[in-house]
T-cell receptor, first 109, second 112 residues
Framework: SQQGEEDPQALSIQEGENATMNCSYKTSINNLQWYRQNSGRGLVHLILIRSNEREKHSGRLRVTLDTSKKSSSLLITASRAADTASYFCATVSDYKLSFGAGTTVTVRA | SAVISQKPSRDICQRGTSLTIQCQVDSQVTMMFWYRQQPGQSLTLIATANQGSEATYESGFVIDKFPISRPNLTFSTLTVSNMSPEDSSIYLC?????????FGSGTRLTVV
């Protein structure tokens, strides 16, 4: 079942700009994960943030987590055309992933 | 992390027929997961497949419609039975690898 909402549903930005997307979830978590999906293909794991962490960086990715608000954000800095994809947040319960609705990002050259 | 080979990558099928999707993992894994992604939607878990036992289905999914096999620790199949146009979706398998998950490349199914 879907875990929660993501916003915006779609985002169009110019190459070099930053892209920010948000995710809300419903249950308590041990960690929250972000995945990327290119053109309806398989998902690729991007980054994981644990419930006791507030911010994490990986390359051009920055993720934040606010457990009091049950929300997370993913920031992609200095976007590239190759970042065009759908991005999903996901939480885990009983080893099963529950996904947010996803944000489709289009990076214009 | 594990590498998954998923086949077929896409297919166009007649209504009323069945399609079997295969996932082969390059290492032994306890649990394999099958997801459906309807057009423009997020992923929904269909079932969890454990070797040596019946698959566990999520609410809204039944074994008669989506039979699953798990003959060993590296392989699983999902069959979409008696297909209708509403079954047109992307189907993905996944395995756990530590704290994150690895996905197959997906099967894009179109039912006509």
């Amino acid at each position: 079942s879907q875990q929660g909402e993501e916003d915006p549903q779609a985002l169009s930005i110019q190459e070099g700009e930053n892209a920010t997307m948000n995710c809300s979830y419903k249950t308590s978590i041990n960690n929250l994960q972000w995945y990327r999906q290119n053109s309806g293909r398989g998902l690729v794991h991007l980054i994981l943030i644990r419930s006791n962490e507030r911010e994490k960086h990986s390359g051009r990715l920055r993720v934040t987590l606010d457990t009091s608000k049950k929300s997370s954000s993913l920031l992609i800095t200095a976007s590239r055309a190759a970042d065009t994809a759908s991005y999903f947040c996901a939480t885990v319960s009983d080893y099963k992933l529950s996904f947010g609705a996803g944000t489709t990002v289009t990076v214009r050259a | 992390s594990a590498v998954i080979s998923q086949k077929p990558s896409r297919d166009i099928c007649q209504r009323g027929t069945s399609l079997t999707i295969q996932c082969q993992v390059d290492s032994q894994v306890t649990m394999m997961f099958w997801y459906r992604q309807q057009p423009g939607q997020s992923l929904t878990l269909i079932a969890t497949a454990n070797q040596g036992s019946e698959a566990t289905y999520e609410s809204g999914f039944v074994i008669d419609k989506f039979p699953i096999s798990r003959p060993n620790l590296t392989f699983s199949t999902l069959t979409v039975s008696n297909m209708s146009p509403e079954d047109s979706s992307i189907y993905l398998c996944s395995v756990e690898g530590g704290e994150s998950y690895t996905f197959g490349s997906g099967t894009r199914l179109t039912v006509v």
